[in-house]
Each structure stands twice: as structure tokens, then as C-alpha cells.
T-cell receptor, first 112, second 115 residues
Framework: KQEVTQIPAALSVPEGENLVLNCSFT??????LQWFRQDPGKGLTSLLL?????REQTSGRLNASLDKSSGRSTLYIAASQPGDSATYLC???????????FGKGTKLTVNP | KAGVTQTPRYLIKTRGQQVTLSCSPI?????VSWYQQTPGQGLQFLFE???????NKGNFPGRFSGRQFSNSRSEMNVSTLELGDSALYLC??????????????FGPGTRLTVT
């Protein structure tokens, strides 16, 4: 059974800091990995999708890496801003089924 | 292009009642998935539909059911509501064909409160 873990559960940083969010998964047989952002009481916004054949993806100040062999992904946020405050969720797409398995998320607070 | 829409956005029901939630996917998307989000369990997969057929189902009781129409719109139904069904229900759509790890696009969710 695929399990996804995100560490830390919560993170508070001052504005301008670079930070890394971690995601680990137990089964390396994944099709892809997707990072999402969720604001309180809202739906999920897709940030980055990394296909299983890729090692990383970049979008603006965000960079996500994927190491299938070690079952790890990281989301790097450069020059953090208060508007980045949200919960960040990592999800893996399981081969052979049509579903995402989610981690519990990392709640990020960026202080002005 | 309009995003995934869900109606209603908020619902309050009492135990024992039933409820129907609706999801309209992004135009052209044929795969629709449903997820339940609670503080304790996080996001859990309910089921996925493609071309009006359920392709996969999560580990939820039979009180949770769904369907998909020919225009790809989907509904999920929860019968005999329990307090533990209080949650944010999220719908996601993915491009034609779905599967194989296509990017998922989520709607704003329906907040269901059972009293």
C-alpha cells in the first residue's frame, strides 16, 4: 500500500527565506508526482507535475525534484513571500489505478 | 477555459438524510475523480469515472456512490448521512483519456456539515 509522508507538518519562516518542503513515498512504482497548494477552506491548486521519467520541474520561484529510487521529492521555494502562506500537498499517481495518494501536507507560514 | 465547478459550495444536513453533490469538469476532460478531505484522514480517494463508467473505487462504504453523465458531468451521492461524513468533498478532472498520471485539476469543493 502506497503511503506518502510530508515533513515537516508545519513551517514558519521570515519573508525572503529560501525553503525546502519534503515528500517521501513508499512504493517507487509511480507514474508521476504532483505538488498542490491549498488555501484555507479552498480547493487545490496544481503547482507542478513531475512525470516519472523526469527529475525536476520549475515554475517561477518553485522547483520540484523527484528521485524515484529513493522515494523522495522536494519542493524548493525561493525568496518566500507572505502570499506563499498555505498548505502544500504532495500526491503520487499510482500505476495501475486512476487515483492520487496524498500526503497530509506541510502548513507554511511566511511572516512579513 | 472555465475551471472545474462544484455545486453547492456549502451544505448542512442532518444525520440519516441523503445528499447529492455535483461536479462539472473542465471542457473536454472526460475523467472525473472524487476525494474526501477531513482534518484527521487528510485527502482520500472516493472513486473515478471515465466515459460514464466507474474505473476505480476507494475504500468507502456503499453509502457513497456516484455516476457520470454523457457530458462528463458527475454527481456523487451519500445516503444515510453520519456525523463522520462531515468533510470537504473535492472533485478533480483530467484530460481526455485520463489515467497514466495525467495532471489533475481540482474544483473549489463542497463543504458538507452533518448535524
Amino acid at each position: 500500500k502506497q503511503e506518502v509522508t510530508q515533513i515537516p507538518a508545519a513551517l514558519s519562516v521570515p519573508e525572503g527565506e529560501n525553503l525546502v518542503l519534503n515528500c517521501s513515498f513508499t512504493d517507487s512504482a509511480i507514474y508521476n508526482l504532483q505538488w498542490f497548494r491549498q488555501d484555507p477552506g479552498k480547493g487545490l491548486t496544481s503547482l507542478l507535475l513531475i512525470q516519472s521519467s523526469q527529475r525536476e520541474q520549475t515554475s517561477g520561484r518553485l522547483n520540484a525534484s523527484l528521485d524515484k529510487s529513493s522515494g523522495r521529492s522536494t519542493l524548493y521555494i525561493a525568496a518566500s513571500q507572505p502570499g506563499d502562506s498555505a498548505t502544500y500537498l504532495c500526491a503520487v499517481y499510482i500505476g495501475g489505478s486512476e487515483k492520487l495518494v496524498f500526503g497530509k501536507g506541510t502548513k507554511l507560514t511566511v511572516n512579513p | 477555459k472555465a475551471g472545474v465547478t462544484q455545486t453547492p459550495r456549502y451544505l448542512i444536513k442532518t444525520r440519516g438524510q441523503q445528499v447529492t453533490l455535483s461536479c462539472s469538469p473542465i471542457s473536454g476532460h472526460r475523467s472525473v475523480s472524487w476525494y474526501q478531505q477531513t482534518p484527521g484522514q487528510g485527502l482520500q480517494f472516493l472513486f473515478e469515472y471515465f466515459s460514464e463508467t466507474q474505473r476505480n473505487k476507494g475504500n468507502f462504504p456503499g453509502r457513497f456512490s456516484g455516476r457520470q453523465f454523457s457530458n462528463s458531468r458527475s454527481e456523487m451521492n451519500v445516503s444515510t448521512l453520519e456525523l463522520g461524513d462531515s468533510a470537504l468533498y473535492l472533485c478533480a478532472s483530467s484530460p481526455p483519456g485520463g489515467g497514466q498520471g495525467y495532471e489533475q485539476y481540482f474544483g473549489p469543493g463542497t463543504r458538507l456539515t452533518v448535524t
